[in-house]
């Protein structure tokens, strides 16, 4: 008995092992046919479909395109620009990683060799070289009658290299360089054939500009009279940092305007999230927005600093170009806007030095106060430094210096004056200072409504004394506060909470006696 | 301090005047002074860069050309500064830009050109296109060569660049000037079709051999006629259309395959189509004759093209009558036998249509094939119960009226 229910254990085991090794072997046979039959799809062989998101979009003018050769369409046209970017884009991160990758599909067989060489020099060194290119002005020298070769010469090519040896940075130097380039168009990419740096001719000028505001010496004046800015930071009560989401409502801004005007004030500054603007493809819907606000502030009389560029904080080379996008499409929309008084490049950049370089980030700066002033020449441009000490970086570049200032009220005239002393003669403008009325756990119930009304009420009688111009923060005392702004630390955001002249009832705090002078 | 800006107004003075290629102020700050006057070198020869040097420091030297940038080291001699620009960028032609760094500060900043080395052997890279055009004066293939030297850089502007061609025992030289690289050149079609050769040479050094094929142009109006074994309208034989051979307008007949397409209208105004397409210029499509006399106007037409003339074709009939035969109490019709133009029995497949009427009203048509010259058709007693019916009946363009016919009740 025990004997013959072992032997059927026994057989079971053996036929159900069978079985399973049986199975195994099929399921291991189909998988290896599955994959096989994966990325099988021959017409991925004519690269028809290239999935692509815009990653490099320096600007390009075409200035001419006529040639000798076939009439060109703006959908060929328009696929060789893309492709002569993308050969730029895929080869300025070659240089930076000293990595190949991808250059096959932008240069021929015998142009990209010299790509290749040049990494394998570069690495062998331990060089590093960042490139990005700021703009194009291509001009269509040749298209062949069946539309397979190309000729441009791109003048004008603004390059930004930063060359950087054991990953020191040796060199970073801007340069403006020509460049002719012959493209083949092999398989569905138009291909570099041949580029050579040519003798560049010096671009013409031709900015003209109509002015809205001016800067003489350390004054800014406003058709022909001077100009003292008494202003005040605005968010609406209700959206803190999310002035043109959803909840917009015009008005209530337009009655907040009033209030403000009514405060004896005479400008505000307001803020444009990167990210939330839509980073190089601009939202129409919050452009209206910003249209209709800049509108009203024109109506009512209030002059607007619009800071950009609010919470970026990735100023790497390869990312340039899509800023400059960004900037172009909001600065281009409202360079006739007579409500603009300045445009604010960046809120407090000087923040990011230690994280993203000191070096980097005046590098973008500087690159985008060109760019905005290429775009928007009627306007003022300034950054607005999270201190005095800070504010003295491209100073020669800004039209009016713009530092912040929340450090003990004893100091600042003693600051102000180092910083006047550095500024070459240029209007400044205290551009944020407050004090927050929180009193609670967090400051152990140190802060009050009377204390915030002194420190105002001191401020005041200084800038009145200098006749300094000040933009204060805050309007209002937010209800909430995104944890973007000061991250989630409970300490930080109640005290960002109860900046404001105005309580979060709607009720004027005795600092509001204070808001101007 | 008076004489020292002398001396080096001096100096400067000097330097301009013993060189005729400019020389930057520039070129002297911080000790560091450029030694090499050239400014153009040629591609794939040695390219050094020498500075003298005051104070003991090796700065770095950044170069940038067209394909691309590096960091050179020196090295030193005394005072003698000396920068080997490695082969990678000495070979490729361009200006090439470099910058002299003391400690991350730029101490000097100048450029200079590489030339190609027309010295080498040129490389003759052309393209041809489109390889397909069409005979006459309108259309052309664009030959673009690019001619290289043996280092791959494209070759001055003004170099000449020799072009051939050759059709029909005919070989015709041109010559064109290098501009922006490449030079371009139309080869016009001709008005006979055929094979253009196409080859350049650049230096001695001679392109691969490229064809163009000319096709004829488009076809221009031509003329049709028909073939046939008899004029009966049986129904069973085919009648052939034939084109003339259609050429165009420079005289080559069309390339073969093109489409014809045969419209024919008959006495109903209805509209029969056939088509073919060219072999040697000539089409023939193939109808199948009509089943009762008729008169059919055929047209040919090469869509948007080209047309044919008029062609009238007549079909006689084949037969003036045929038999009927009505048994088993009138249900059994049979037709035939249908005797054709030789009193021979029709081939099989004759139609034969049996309209069916009762007291002047259509009830139904019944259709059928001839088989060895009978047509049979039943008129089933469940399916047909009225007391009488009369009948046409159609074979070949003969129609017969057939009288009431009376049938008995069914008693169930």
Redesign the interface.
Known sequence: MQKSLNKNIYRSVLILSFVALNGFILYGASSVLAYLKTGADRNTMLHTEVKSEDVYLPSVNWSSLEN??REISNQELKSIEDNYLKSWYI?NIA?ATNNPYGIEDFYTD??RV??F???K??KK?L?N?E?TTVSHNPKL??Y???G??A?L?DNNVVEY?N?Y?NKQ???S?T?T?A??V?L?LEDGFWRI???????NEAPKDSIISNPFAEVKNDEIFIEGKPFIIKGINYYPQEMAWDMFGENFNIDTIEKDFNLIKNANLNSIRIFIQYEYFGKEKVEASKLEKLKKVLDVAEKIDLKVVVTLFDFYGDYSLINWTLTHRHAEQIVTSFKNHKAILAWDIKNEPDLDFESRNKETVVAWLSEMIKQVKKFDPNHLITIGYSSPEAAVNLVDKVDFVSYHYYKNIENFEADLKILKSNTIGKPMVLQEFGLSSYSGIWNAFKGSEINQANYHKKMQEIFKKESLAFMSWGLYDFKSIPTSVVGRLPWRKSKQKYFGFIDKNGENKPSFLYISY | MKKGSYILFLLIGMLTLSSFLSINLKNETDGFKLITTTKKFVAGNKIELQFSTTSDVEP?L?I????????LKAVKKQKLLTYTI?K??SK??????W?L?NN?K?ALKNNFEIIPNISTKTVVES?L??ISIQAGNRD???L?V?P?DAL???LPVNTSVKIHEQFLNNVVYSEEKIE???V?H?IMAKEKSGEIFVSSSCNTSNSKEFSTVIYPSNATDFKINFERNHSYADGNQQTTFETSIIKDEFGNIISDGTLVEFNIKNLENSYLKTRASTIGGIAKAKILHPDYPTTWNVKAFISGLAQSNNLTVNYKSVISDFDIEFTEGNRKIVVGPLKSYMNQIIPDGAVVKLHIYSENEFIELKSDTSFKGFVTFYLDSEFYKKPTYNFTIEALGVSKKIEQKNYAKIVE
Not at chain 1, 193 to 199: G, L, P, S
Not at chain 2, 92 to 97: A, E, F
């Open positions: 000798p050769g080869k240089y015998s142009a010299h790509i060489e040049t990494i020099l570069n060194n060089i070289i490139v020298e040749f062949s009658e069946d397979k070769l000729v010469t290299q060359t040896l940075l040796v060199l130097e340069d360089s460049y002719k012959v083949l054939r041949h580029k050579v740096k040519i003798k | 770095l950044i940038k050309s067209s394909y691309g940038s590096t960091i490695p990678v960028f490729k032609i361009g200006v090439v830009n910058t760094i991350t730029i393209y296109g489109p052309f293939s664009m673009v690019v290289t791959d850089n494209p922006n690289f490449i371009w139309n």
